[in-house]
């Protein structure tokens, strides 16, 4: 019997399979509206024009998908080498790469993306200089932080995650774009939802107890 125990505890099934194959990505979930979200609001900023545009730290490459849709030359980036196994099976376009170190020459970017990227580094100023080194002068970083009350939430708290450093305040974060030589042009608060309920409920949480701080920061011309 114990033998027979062993064989069980050793088959894993094939959503076990994905998970392992996935690596940390297996944790890595995002709203597919926040991501819309910021193709809009990258066409407000810059149009619709042929922008070139990176998502660092894309994990599945959600966002790659909603900005390749919108007609950008979009490219995602990750430090997680499973990501390029995913990324080979949804048919993404990707390189995993340091983010301090981005192996980017020639054209720069119109934008540059971190979402959730900031929080897990020690130096997140030397994170953001580097980003808007591979920037054109007048491009724009889009950046997602949780804000310091994402730890009182019982779903996505912020010390769920074991990789988490620390979260940001809005003044925080708006002095980190400015002392690595941004210009914030804009910040706002949401609270992500599961289900159409919980993204209502967000509306009025938002206000009161935000989640994440989505920074729009600029790069002087």
């Given amino acids: 019997m114990a033998a027979a125990r062993a064989d069980v505890a050793l088959t894993a099934s094939p959503a076990d399979a994905a998970s392992v194959a996935e690596g940390p990505l297996a944790h890595v979930h995002e ?3 926040i991501a819309a979200a910021d193709v809009r609001i990258i066409r407000r900023l810059l149009g619709s024009g042929p922008l070139r545009v990176l998502d660092i730290g894309a994990g599945r490459g959600v966002f790659v998908d909603e900005a390749r849709a919108a007609g950008f030359d979009v490219l995602a980036t990750d430090l997680e080498p499973a990501a390029a196994r995913v990324w080979s099976a949804r048919g993404v376009r990707g390189v995993v ?13 119109d934008v540059v993306r971190l979402k959730e990227v900031i929080e897990h580094v020690e130096d997140p100023r030397a994170l953001v200089v580097a980003s808007a080194s591979i920037l054109r002068p007048g491009g724009y970083l889009i950046a997602h932080v949780p804000s310091p009350f994402s730890q009182f939430y019982p779903a996505g708290n912020f010390w769920d995650d074991y990789t988490h450093v620390r979260p940001f305040s809005r003044h925080g974060l708006m002095r980190l774009m400015e002392d690595s030589g941004l210009r914030a042009a804009s910040i706002d608060a949401y609270v992500a939802g599961r289900n159409p309920i919980e993204r209502v409920l967000g509306l009025v949480l938002r ?11 600029r790069k002087p011309a």
């Fill in 31 to 33: 709203h597919r509206e």
């Fill in 97 to 109: 790469a340091d983010a301090f170190a981005p192996p980017f020459r020639g054209t720069p970017f």
């Fill in 207 to 217: 206000r009161l107890l935000p989640h994440t701080y989505r920074v729009v920061a």
